[in-house]
Nanobody
Framework: QVQLVESGGGLVQAGGSLRLSCAAS????????MGWFRQAPGKERNFVAA????????YYADSVKGRFTISRDNAKNTVYLQMNSLKPEDTAVYYC?????????????????WGPGTQVTVSS
């Protein structure tokens, strides 16, 4: 089992930045690929970014490429999402997910563990 807790969400103006963190506990974190997804009201959960077990491979949704950066610190059991140049359409609840495998995936169904989410609101 892996327990995940997101933090760092909040209210920010368009063009601003936020850094989300996802702290993991439980079984070994360093062998899990991790991902960030987001869900706006009335919409399904969508892929944002993913990182493999050692940080050597990352993958982004087209909508965030060049603005968001995913990273991880296995010594701290934490994965991060640096979000720059935020837009109102980035407003959503952001969820951290963990896979039971080392490789990345953009499919939410491939993630076995989820955090409770953190709200990000971008005002225009």
């Amino acid at each position: 089992q892996v327990q995940l807790v997101e933090s760092g969400g909040g209210l920010v103006q368009a063009g601003g930045s936020l850094r989300l963190s996802c702290a993991a506990s439980g079984r070994t974190f360093s062998t899990n690929a991790m991902g960030w997804f987001r869900q706006a009201p009335g919409k399904e959960r969508n892929f944002v970014a993913a990182i493999n077990w050692n940080g050597g491979s990352t993958y982004y949704a087209d909508s965030v490429k060049g603005r968001f950066t995913i990273s991880r610190d296995n010594a701290k059991n934490t994965v991060y999402l640096q979000m720059n140049s935020l837009k109102p359409e980035d407003t959503a609840v952001y969820y951290c997910g963990a896979r039971d495998y080392r490789g990345t995936s953009y499919n939410a169904k491939d993630y076995a563990y989820w955090g409770p989410g953190t709200q990000v609101t971008v005002s225009s």
